[in-house]
């Protein structure tokens, strides 16, 4: 079992930086593949981000290749995501994810994940 908190959301300038965390509690955090989604009322979870395990491999959504980025210290237990030149359109709820699985495999599908924070809004002003 891992429980998982975000934070760092809020409001920013189109062009701004925010830096997204989420830390997790319980046992063996190393072993989890993490994740970050994102959703706005009305529309299906999406994907953003996620990091594999054991491999470390990440890959991010082509919406935000090259702004976002995905890292995790173990030692903190917390995985992070770094969201740099965003825009209106990355408005939305943000949410961790993780899951108990070993595979080569990226997951980038909600349903392949075992766990899930509450959420942190992040609002990007014009």
């Known amino acids: 079992q891992v429980q998982l908190v975000e934070s760092g959301g809020g409001l920013v300038q189109a062009g701004g930086s925010l830096r997204l965390s989420c830390a997790a509690s319980?046992?063996?955090?190393?072993?989890?593949?993490m994740g970050w989604f994102r959703q706005v009322s009305g529309k299906e979870r999406e994907f953003v981000a996620a990091m594999n395990w054991p491999s470390g491999r990440t890959q991010h959504a082509d919406s935000v290749k090259g702004r976002f980025t995905i890292s995790r210290d173990n030692a903190k237990n917390t995985v992070y995501l770094q969201m740099n030149s965003l825009n209106p359109e990355d408005t939305a709820l943000y949410y961790c994810?993780?899951?108990?699985?070993?595979?080569?495999?990226?997951?980038?599908?909600?349903?392949?994940?075992?766990?899930w924070g509450q959420g942190t809004q992040v609002t990007v002003s014009s």
């Open positions: 994810a993780a899951r108990s699985v070993r595979s080569a495999r990226i997951a980038i599908s909600p349903a392949e994940y075992n766990y």
């Open positions: 319980g046992r063996a955090f190393s072993t989890y593949a």
